[in-house]
């Protein structure tokens, strides 16, 4: 059975940085596209970056744009997310979610994702 395991999260004050991972286990990771959500508590999970299974293309939402960083390693198959310059803004718990296709479709639909970690706080603080 599929299963995906993050790590890395915690507190760090704004403008601090971050790498997240994302371990997968009962799959080969390189036909399957990976996305990174979080949700902020009282707020509905967002969509934040997606890599395509080849790692050759990645998107991410506007408010991360030029300071995460998705990227992957299949033969560990293990996804990663590079957070730098984080602000308050970016404090929630963050997931790593499998689909079955090969590229990232559009618009971060949880529905397009059957798999999803357990989570990882991060909390971003001074």
């Known amino acids: 059975q599929l299963q995906l395991v993050e790590s890395g999260g915690g507190l760090v004050q704004p403008g601090g940085s971050l790498r997240l991972s994302c371990v997968a286990s009962?799959?080969?990771?390189?036909?399957?596209?990976i996305g990174w959500f979080r949700q902020a508590p009282g707020k509905e999970r967002e969509g934040v970056a997606c890599?395509?299974?080849?790692?050759?293309?990645?998107n991410y939402v506007d408010s991360v744009k030029g300071r995460f960083t998705i990227s992957r390693d299949n033969a560990k198959n293990t996804v990663y997310l590079r957070m730098n310059s984080l602000k308050p803004e970016d404090t929630g718990v963050y997931y790593c979610a499998w689909t079955p296709y090969y590229i990232c479709r559009t618009g971060y639909k949880v529905s397009d994702y059957n798999y999803w970690g357990q989570g990882t706080q991060v909390t971003v603080s001074s």
């Open positions: 009962g799959v080969t990771l390189n036909q399957d596209a």
């Open positions: 890599i395509s299974a080849s790692g050759s293309s990645t």
